[in-house]
């Protein structure tokens, strides 16, 4: 699916690359193009500029499907310009939802309704990624702007369910105790990643991103906050990151080596007293990652303890992205949060601290988010076309 696809009563003039490619006027051949809106290449994946929408649980599904929400909110971005559009977090087992109206991709009846909004996208002129992910401990609450945000829903009562994780330790009172997860149950889980990810290919989408931040089951077992299993999945750092080394190794037994697969970390966990998982550990995990078959880390933070105590103020993940990227070869490294000015994403590209930035509520309040930044840093872009005589 491309851009001329779709069905205009005319054909796109011959330069129009889709909304958020740079224009070079004429006469404007020796003005550098802002590397905010140059053109990068990540195997199969080409992004247009750096600018890409973070993930976002919209708690808009009936049993895990995608409807006609997920295909307004994921198209408006792509009309907005974003290079890459990351849909939100969707669950590879039903009980792996953090909520009841999580996306879920653990039925093959899932595909169609995400390749509409995946198909849509491209048409658009844009590309699209999609996190896999299970909440462990953290599933079966409510969605966090309904009355009792993110408490558990107990299993007893209508949209709950038994939860489970790597040990039997709560997130904190208002959550359900976690069964711990016997071996076959791992197994199982890290089963479900690869049947969705082969799903996702299925739907058309570019990339893939595994969901190892916030607090989910990835994050869960690499914590020793969350994990105290004394089999080969806990204890030592090793043995904690064996959950995320394996589901790697099986999803890319299906996703195609070409097509990019990216892992958001929780870098830090922000313990005061460092019994959390660090940036020491990042690096570590890091150092591995860079030599496995994984194409971006994305650089996020906290989300497993509530004993955190994070430092919330612009750019306040940049250093981890920045880190990471001095200590790997080959993976390309996002940042996000609380980025929010084209002079900031400007510069951190800039200052060579990560490759791409993520942005999450700045989309939300402005879904062409990408021609305010393009105004700002003075660079011509081209518009949705419909939408040309917004320019001034
Ligand atoms: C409504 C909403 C839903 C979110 N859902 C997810 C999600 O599904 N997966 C995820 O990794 N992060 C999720 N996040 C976190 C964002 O992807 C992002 O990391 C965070 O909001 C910081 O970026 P920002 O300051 O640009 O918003 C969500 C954030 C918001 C506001």
């Known amino acids: 699916m491309s851009l001329n696809e779709f069905t205009y009563p005319y054909d796109l003039p011959n330069n129009y690359k889709g909304p958020g490619s740079p224009i070079v006027k004429p006469g404007d051949e020796s003005k550098p193009i802002p590397l905010t809106f140059t053109p990068i290449t990540i195997k199969s994946l080409t992004l247009k500029n750096r600018l890409v929408v973070s993930p976002m649980c919209q708690y808009s599904s009936h049993n895990g499907e995608a409807n006609d929400w997920h295909l307004s909110h994921y198209s408006s971005y792509a009309k ?62 409510i969605p966090p702007f309904l009355e009792g945000a993110r408490n558990s829903i107990p299993s007893d009562q209508p949209n ?46 570019d990339m893939i991103e595994i969901h190892n931040a916030h607090g989910y089951i990835g994050n869960q077992f690499i914590s020793p906050v969350s994990n105290q299993r004394t089999d080969e999945y806990g204890g030592s750092f090793e043995n904690r990151i064996r959950f995320l080394l394996e589901t790697i190794t099986e999803i890319r037994s299906v996703w195609p080596t070409e097509k990019v697969l990216a892992v958001r970390l929780t870098c830090d966990e922000w313990l ?10 990042t ?104 939408y040309e005589r917004g320019r001034e």
């Open 80 to 141: 907005g310009g974003a290079s890459l559009v990351i849909f939100e977090a969707a669950a590879v087992q039903p009980e792996g939802r953090i909520s009841y109206a999580d996306l879920g991709i653990w039925s093959d009846e899932f595909i169609a309704p995400l390749k509409r909004c995946v198909d849509l996208v491209h048409r658009l002129g844009s590309t699209a990624g999609i996190q896999l992910a299970h909440a462990g401990r953290k599933a079966s609450s």
């Open 160 to 205: 709950g369910w038994e939860v489970f994780g790597p040990s039997e330790i709560k997130f904190n009172d208002n959550m359900s105790l976690p069964h711990e997860m016997t071996k076959e149950q791992i197994k199982e889980t890290i089963e479900a990643f690869k049947q969705g990810a082969l799903r996702l290919l299925k739907a058309g989408f």
């Open 272 to 281: 005061e007293d460092g019994s959390g998982w660090t940036m020491n550990d």
């Open 283 to 386: 690096i570590e995990l890091v150092k591995i990652l860079d030599t496995m078959d994984v194409d971006i880390i994305d650089c996020s933070s906290g989300g497993n303890s509530t004993k955190q105590k994070i430092k919330v103020e612009p750019l306040y993940q940049v250093p981890f992205a920045d880190s990471v990227k001095k200590h790997t070869k080959n993976l390309f490294v996002a940042t996000v949060g609380l980025i929010n000015t084209g002079n900031e994403i400007e510069d951190i590209l800039q200052q060579n601290k990560a490759d791409i930035v993520m942005l999450a509520r700045p989309f939300l309040r402005n879904p062409h988010f990408v021609y305010q930044v393009a105004k700002e840093l003075n660079q011509t872009i081209n518009y949705q076309i419909q």
